[in-house]
Protein backbone atom coordinates (compact mmCIF):
# COMPACT_ATOMS: atom_id res chain seq x y z
CA UNK A 1 0.00 0.00 0.00
CA UNK A 2 2.80 2.50 0.59
CA UNK A 3 4.31 1.47 -2.54
CA UNK A 4 1.48 2.68 -4.66
CA UNK A 5 0.82 6.08 -2.46
CA UNK A 6 4.37 6.73 -3.23
CA UNK A 7 3.75 5.82 -6.39
CA UNK A 8 0.54 7.49 -7.15
CA UNK A 9 2.13 10.92 -4.77
CA UNK A 10 4.97 11.31 -7.57
CA UNK A 11 3.28 11.15 -10.55
CA UNK A 12 0.77 13.58 -9.07
CA UNK A 13 4.20 15.67 -7.71
CA UNK A 14 5.23 15.55 -11.47
CA UNK A 15 1.89 16.81 -13.08
CA UNK A 16 1.74 19.23 -10.51
CA UNK A 17 5.56 21.02 -10.74
CA UNK A 18 5.62 22.02 -14.38
CA UNK A 19 4.34 25.28 -13.87
CA UNK A 20 5.89 27.85 -11.54
CA UNK A 21 2.80 30.53 -11.46
CA UNK A 22 -0.23 28.11 -13.27
CA UNK A 23 -2.06 25.77 -11.47
CA UNK A 24 -2.20 22.01 -13.29
CA UNK A 25 -6.34 23.41 -14.14
CA UNK A 26 -5.21 26.31 -16.15
CA UNK A 27 -1.80 24.51 -17.89
CA UNK A 28 -4.05 22.24 -18.80
CA UNK A 29 -2.65 18.44 -18.84
CA UNK A 30 -2.84 17.84 -22.68
CA UNK A 31 -0.15 20.72 -22.89
CA UNK A 32 2.78 17.61 -22.62
CA UNK A 33 1.38 14.55 -24.39
CA UNK A 34 4.73 12.54 -23.67
CA UNK A 35 4.58 13.79 -19.71
CA UNK A 36 0.64 12.55 -19.63
CA UNK A 37 1.79 9.10 -21.46
CA UNK A 38 4.54 8.16 -19.07
CA UNK A 39 2.42 8.51 -16.10
CA UNK A 40 -0.47 7.09 -17.45
CA UNK A 41 2.37 3.61 -17.82
CA UNK A 42 3.28 4.73 -14.79
CA UNK A 43 0.37 3.97 -13.16
CA UNK A 44 -0.63 0.64 -15.45
CA UNK A 45 2.67 -0.27 -14.63
CA UNK A 46 1.82 -0.09 -10.94
CA UNK A 47 -1.26 -1.68 -11.20
CA UNK A 48 0.07 -4.44 -13.12
CA UNK A 49 3.09 -4.72 -10.16
CA UNK A 50 -0.04 -5.13 -7.40
CA UNK A 51 -2.69 -6.98 -9.42
CA UNK A 52 -0.66 -9.88 -11.17
CA UNK A 53 -0.67 -12.96 -9.26
CA UNK A 54 2.59 -14.22 -10.79
CA UNK A 55 4.13 -10.67 -9.97
CA UNK A 56 3.25 -10.42 -5.80
CA UNK A 57 6.17 -12.55 -4.62
CA UNK A 58 8.56 -11.23 -7.18
CA UNK A 59 7.69 -7.27 -6.29
CA UNK A 60 6.71 -8.17 -2.72
CA UNK A 61 2.75 -7.19 -3.26
CA UNK A 62 -0.08 -8.06 -2.49
CA UNK A 63 -3.32 -7.00 -4.31
CA UNK A 64 -5.23 -3.98 -2.78
CA UNK A 65 -8.99 -4.17 -1.80
CA UNK A 66 -11.34 -0.85 -3.59
CA UNK A 67 -11.11 0.91 -0.13
CA UNK A 68 -7.25 0.46 -0.29
CA UNK A 69 -6.97 1.89 -3.27
CA UNK A 70 -8.97 4.63 -2.69
CA UNK A 71 -7.22 5.54 0.46
CA UNK A 72 -3.88 5.67 -1.70
CA UNK A 73 -5.62 7.39 -4.13
CA UNK A 74 -7.13 9.97 -1.68
CA UNK A 75 -3.97 10.21 0.52
CA UNK A 76 -1.50 10.84 -3.10
CA UNK A 77 -3.74 14.16 -3.70
CA UNK A 78 -2.36 16.12 -0.33
CA UNK A 79 1.18 16.29 -2.51
CA UNK A 80 -0.58 18.18 -5.62
CA UNK A 81 -2.90 20.01 -3.09
CA UNK A 82 -0.23 21.61 -1.52
CA UNK A 83 2.08 22.73 -4.30
CA UNK A 84 -1.04 24.08 -6.03
CA UNK A 85 -1.72 25.96 -2.72
CA UNK A 86 2.10 27.37 -2.36
CA UNK A 87 1.99 28.51 -6.13
Not at 4 to 16: C, I, K, N, P
Not at 22 to 33: A, D, P
Not at 45 to 70: G, S
Request: with cysteine; net charge negative.
Amino acid sequence: MVNTMLTLSQMGHVLAIRAERESCIQRGLSTNLWLLGVVLLTFVLQMVAVYMPFLNPIVHTMPLTLDQLALCLLLSTVVVFAIELEK
